[in-house]
């Protein structure tokens, strides 16, 4: 079950989310895939493989709540590319990592932790894909999102290549964006949904310097923007760092700021156009982006109800199950033949 049309009756999602886990093969919208729901548990020696991901995760937010953020974005780095099959934690020369729209991303020692106490504990079972997926789902949990169950059984992949990298810029259009998000299988709900991942985190200033003094060419700032706003965000990020100077970072969600909590502020934001991204605030240009946007604002239920089932439906992009993929020993280095 997938909503259709815009009349939208969020309470159905639950509905849709046991759908989901119960038809994997048929799920609307994504390539079929043969993940299983408690796969470590029912199928292999590896039963308490989520217990010990989330001891690790837990440990590792409790001293630093950015943690959450940082397995959002290499998630989204790795499902969007190639599928989620762990592609982004190789390295290489030319890896992913390395592709200029991944600089920044983070979490990976957290995921080399897990993957070291998995291996002692039950070598050779547990993919790094599941490990990033199952990581990042109890990371949102800690952060305010549901604990969504999550399917498992996903392969890693065997290569990686920075010109595989096609992640859009912070400033694509509204039109573009949701023709990206199709592209991969997901719809306007996924994306509005999937687009609350920016209540937490950071970004640098070179992502939004354009909107704030030459938008769209024009010398001037975004005039979509709330005045006050953005003099504000014009004081923390200069038209030029100085010489020697870092690109500073900012916060996509100056409501929840260091707390890095999983909050509906950011749609309420978006509706008085006080968003940091040019893409967020574009979230009021279309009618059925505008009502699911107006809909989280008012009900953060129906959101994280939302983003358990596009969380899920993102983890499924292009996953590889069966013979396919293997399971890398190191994640940073595929297995040796």
């Known amino acids: 079950m997938r909503i259709s049309g815009w009349f939208v009756i969020f309470p159905l999602v639950v509905l849709a989310l046991s759908f989901y886990l119960e038809n994997v093969e048929a799920a609307v919208g994504v390539p079929a895939v043969k993940l299983k729901w408690q796969y470590y548990r029912r199928e292999t020696k590896c039963r308490d493989a989520e217990v010990y991901i989330r001891y690790q995760v837990e440990k590792s937010w409790k001293r630093d709540k950015s943690v959450t953020a940082k397995l959002l974005r290499l998630l989204y780095s790795d499902c969007f590319v190639t599928g989620c099959d762990a592609s982004i934690l190789l390295d290489g020369k030319n890896s992913e990592k390395t592709a200029p729209q991944n600089w920044g991303l983070g979490a990976f020692v957290l995921i080399d932790k897990i993957k070291t106490v998995l291996e002692e504990r039950c070598p050779g079972i547990v993919s790094c894909a599941d490990i990033l997926n199952l990581a990042t789902r109890d990371a949102v949990h800690m952060a305010g999102a549901p604990s969504y169950p999550l399917l498992t059984g996903r392969k890693d992949g065997m290569t990686s290549s920075a010109a ?174």
Do not use: W
């Not at 992502?207 to 504000?232: H, Q």
């Not at 993929?325 to 595929?334: D, F, H, L, S, Y």
């Open 164 to 337: 595989s990298v096609d992640l859009p810029s912070p400033s694509i259009s509204l039109e573009d964006a949701l023709a990206y998000f199709k592209s991969k299988g997901l719809d306007e709900l996924d994306f509005v949904t999937l687009m609350g991942s920016h209540s937490m985190g950071k970004i640098h200033c070179r992502y939004i310097v354009d909107r704030l003094y030459n938008f769209n060419k024009t010398g001037k700032p975004d005039p979509s923007m709330d005045p006050t706003f953005a003099a504000a965000m014009r004081k923390l990020c200069p038209r030029r760092t100085k010489k020697g100077q870092t690109d500073p970072l900012v916060f996509l969600n100056p409501d929840s700021g260091s707390s890095y909590k999983f909050t509906s502020s950011y749609y309420n934001r978006a509706l008085s156009y006080k968003s940091v991204l040019g893409v967020d605030q574009q979230l009021l240009y279309s009618n059925d982006t505008l009502e699911i946007t107006q809909e989280f604002a008012a009900n953060f239920e129906d959101l994280r109800r939302s983003y358990a089932l596009s969380m899920n439906r993102m983890g499924s992009i292009s996953v590889l199950t069966g013979n396919s993929g293997e399971i890398r020993k190191n994640c940073r280095v595929p297995n040796k033949k």
